[in-house]
Nanobody, 127 residues
């Protein structure tokens, strides 16, 4: 089992930046693809960014392209989401998630491919 915990959320003004962190315990994340999802009230949970287990490739949703970055540090068992130029529409609960398939070759955009989830952290962007 993998336990994930997010941190770094909060209130920020439009145009500002935040760094979300995801810390894992229980097992090493080194073999798992990681994803950052978000869910706004009344909306579906969507993949914002994903990264392969070896950081060999990344995925960014249209809303994140050019503004967000998803680094990971397998030695520290962490993954992060760096968010710049934040907009009010980025307001949501952000979740980190791990795809438990061993070293998958593709990054799934479906929430159902991710078996481990953190409790989420609220990000609020004021206008």
């Amino acid at each position: 089992q993998v336990q994930l915990v997010e941190s770094g959320g909060g209130l920020v003004q439009a145009g500002g930046s935040l760094r979300l962190s995801c810390a894992a315990s229980g097992r090493t994340l080194g073999d798992y693809n990681m994803g950052w999802f978000r869910q706004a009230p009344g909306k579906e949970r969507e993949l914002v960014a994903g990264i392969r287990w070896n950081a060999g490739s990344t995925f960014y949703g249209d809303s994140a392209k050019g503004r967000f970055t998803i680094p990971r540090d397998n030695a520290k068992n962490t993954a992060s989401l760096l968010m710049n130029s934040l907009k009010p529409e980025d307001t949501a609960v952000y979740y980190c998630a791990a795809d438990e398939r061993n070293r998958p070759t593709t990054i799934s955009t479906s929430r159902y491919a991710y078996q481990y989830w953190g409790p989420g952290t609220q990000v609020t962007v004021s206008s």
